[in-house]
């Protein structure tokens, strides 16, 4: 995996942008006291290299009927991993699945309206092995926090 080199400015927009992904160019500007042109090329390179891949929103799952999150890891004996892949990739309850080292093909997060729910999706990853879940009490941290500490670490 490439790492890719960033300015300081680049670790101040991303640290900005995290805190607040709706600021406009201009609020940019105006707050890393830069030209519009400049933070523009910044954010534009930074798209380029892949390091800033996209503005998202964050939604309150449990608002939308979602009061159920688990993390379930799904073990396999079977040999054809793209296809169950590209299936569970079709699960809309899969909010997230990472591809694992060791003995777990993959390690999804889904959510479920209750346990019911819950227990139906599970089931529907039983046809390719066996299951484990963990269901999610709370969450302290989703996603890393850009900040001086995190730039700290990236130098060698």
Not at 22 to 40: C, E, F, G, V, W
Not at 66 to 86: D, E, M, W, Y
Not at 94 to 104: F, I, K, M, P, Q
């Amino acid at each position: 995996m490439k790492n890719t080199s960033l300015a300081g400015l680049d670790w101040q927009i991303l640290e900005l942008l995290q805190s607040d992904s709706r600021m406009t160019i201009s609020d940019l500007a105006t707050q890393l006291n830069r030209s519009r042109s400049s933070i523009s090329e910044h954010i534009k390179k930074m798209q380029d290299a892949e390091v800033l891949m996209g503005f998202s929103i964050q939604v309150a799952e449990e608002k939308l009927g979602f009061g159920i999150s688990a993390f379930v890891r799904l073990q396999t004996g079977s040999s054809n991993h793209r296809k169950i892949l590209a299936t569970i990739d079709q699960v809309p309850e899969v909010a997230e699945c990472h591809v694992l080292t060791g003995s777990d093909l993959v390690m999804m997060r889904v959510v479920a309206r209750d346990m019911p729910h819950l227990r139906e999706i599970v089931d529907g990853f039983t046809q390719w092995g066996s299951t484990t879940t963990d269901v999610i009490f709370s969450t302290l941290k989703q996603q890393v926090k850009i900040g001086p500490a995190l730039r700290k670490a990236t130098v060698r």
